[in-house]
């Protein structure tokens, strides 16, 4: 919920471990607080219980401290600032953990450094479903994402950096047109988005994030887009704006007229337009985009700008030349995720790859 305000801490455990209640103080206070939350089991009789507590009324820009039950370990995270009095910043990718471990920590290891606020994870979070008609959801590789995440993804001054996920094709059993009962780990690992599958988070009044499902588990059209343009509505007013979903829009390496797309362009899009949402941040082709500032497909001052691909971990593909499309900026084959650095006055957007190269601002 409200990221300035409250905080939801996950772990997992074994199947007897049914304690949910977390220590939590402020790091300059020594008196503790206890939180408690729940527990339900994990699909496909995987040998844990996934635990869930949401701290709330908690103060903006504070460091806090918490212990999980029965463990006296500490760790570290911050609420997200009331407003931009300071430069905030955070990352955004997708399509993560792919066939090699290797890859996949270079890159949150990197990240971390950089000492982002959050990351927005765009989909295909660990690639459990990797053929669209097998049987279950691969918990081994929910596990392998989680352990790497868990260890790597910390702030240099020892925070853990909050993830905010997106469903992708690749968490979900059949990929498209499907109900949340076929990304059943997707829906069970994360409290957010829920199982709505969108969800739009508001810090204070300064940034407005719609996370979509672009019809994995709900369908693009309908309920989703009336839900869309009453989200846009309600956040027009905030400084920054900003969407992400798996499927593009605008898409770098595959068919401009792919299902999906067509239905984004159709449905979202406009509403993108007319509620100027600043940018949305696209994944699924495996390369690096950036799109002009679009109007109805075509460059306009005015227009939002479509950031992407989605190639985090994955061996990367190689995207159309930007200078042959009529929509593309910038392309590049490579593994990247994007930074983003808001003030009150300017977005800026840069494209770094694990080794730290700036490839695109």
Request: with cysteine; charged share 25%; hydrophobic share 30%.
């Amino acid at each position: 919920n409200d990221p300035t305000t409250t905080m939801t801490i996950q772990w997992l455990s074994d199947l007897k471990s049914e304690g949910d209640e977390v220590e939590l103080r402020k790091q300059t206070e020594e008196n503790w607080k206890k939180v408690q939350g729940s527990h339900k089991a994990l699909p496909y009789d995987a040998p844990h219980l996934i635990h869930t507590t949401e701290a709330s009324a908690l103060e903006p820009d504070t460091l806090y401290v918490f212990r999980l039950p029965n463990d006296k370990q500490e760790h570290l995270f911050r609420t997200m600032p009331r407003d931009l009095s300071k430069p905030v910043q955070f990352a955004v990718g997708g399509d993560a953990y792919h066939d090699n471990g290797g890859p996949f920590e270079e890159m949150t290891k990197k990240v971390a450094s950089m000492n982002p606020r959050f990351v927005l994870l765009g989909g295909d979070i660990a690639y459990s479903v990797k053929d669209k008609r097998q049987g279950n959801d691969k918990f081994e590789r929910w596990m392998a994402f989680l352990t790497i995440w868990t260890k790597s993804m910390i702030a240099p001054d020892g925070c853990i950096i909050p993830l905010v996920p997106t469903i992708g094709n690749h968490e979900v059993m059949g990929y498209y047109g499907e109900t949340p009962d076929k990304a059943k780990f997707f829906y069970t690992l994360f409290a957010c988005p829920g199982p709505q599958g969108y969800k739009q988070l508001l810090f204070g009044k300064y940034m407005s994030i719609c996370i979509l499902d672009s019809n994995h588990t709900h369908p693009i059209g309908g309920e989703q887009t009336k839900w869309l343009n009453d989200a846009m509505r309600t956040a027009y007013s905030y400084t920054h704006r900003f969407a992400i979903y798996h499927v593009p829009a605008y898409p770098s390496v595959r068919y401009f007229r792919m299902k999906e797309s067509c239905a984004i362009r159709r449905h979202w899009v406009p509403l993108f337009e007319r509620y100027s949402l600043h940018a949305a941040f696209e994944n699924h082709e495996h390369a690096y985009k950036r799109t002009h500032p679009l109007v109805d497909g075509s460059e306009h001052p005015d227009g939002v700008v479509y950031i992407g691909d989605g190639s985090w971990g994955v061996r990367p593909r190689t995207p159309k030349k930007a200078e042959r499309t009529s929509y593309l900026a910038k392309t590049k084959s490579c593994r990247q995720f994007t930074m983003v650095e808001l003030t009150n006055e300017e977005r800026r957007y840069k494209a770094i790859t694990s080794d730290g190269e700036v490839i695109d601002s």
